[in-house]
């Protein structure tokens, strides 16, 4: 004679995971989408950065080609909706990123980069990216084009 195993039924495991989809149904509306937010405006700061050192790179690398550079123009009144980045001799779009709802950016209106990575002289050097609680600063320094960000 065998004894009977301890073991449980599949109704049992299905009852449990039946159970367990009722719980997370009713829990996750209670979680705030606040770290979704927060999250979003962290990562739309480093990807403007991001842009604005491909925007850069790009004046640098097609010097020979590109005497006037590249430019970061930001789209739409502040707080902006998009921005593009684009050649300026020939005014041909390269990028265009929109900017999600929740994230407000403002800030100068375009940011130019000459053959040798530098900011044109008149144009932005700052731009505040801020969204649920989080807000950063995007500094540009003239002489070298260089981007940094920082968290007031």
Known sequence: MQKPRAAFTLVEL????VI??????VALPRFG???????????IAREIASD??????????????????YAVRMVGAPPYSSYEILSIPTGETVSTKAIPGGV????????????????????GTTLRVAGQGRQYVLTLIPATGSVTIQEP
């Open 52 to 69: 604005m050192r491909l925007a850069r790179s790009l004046a640098i690398s097609n010097a020979a080609t590109n005497a006037q550079g």
């Open 14 to 17: 299905v009852l449990v995971v």
């Open 104 to 123: 407000a950016c403002t800030g100068d209106p375009e940011f130019r980069f000459g053959p040798l990575g530098a900011l044109s002289p008149g144009y």
């Open 20 to 25: 367990l989809g009722v719980m997370a149904v």
């Open 33 to 43: 989408h606040d770290a979704l937010d927060r999250l979003a405006t962290t990562t």
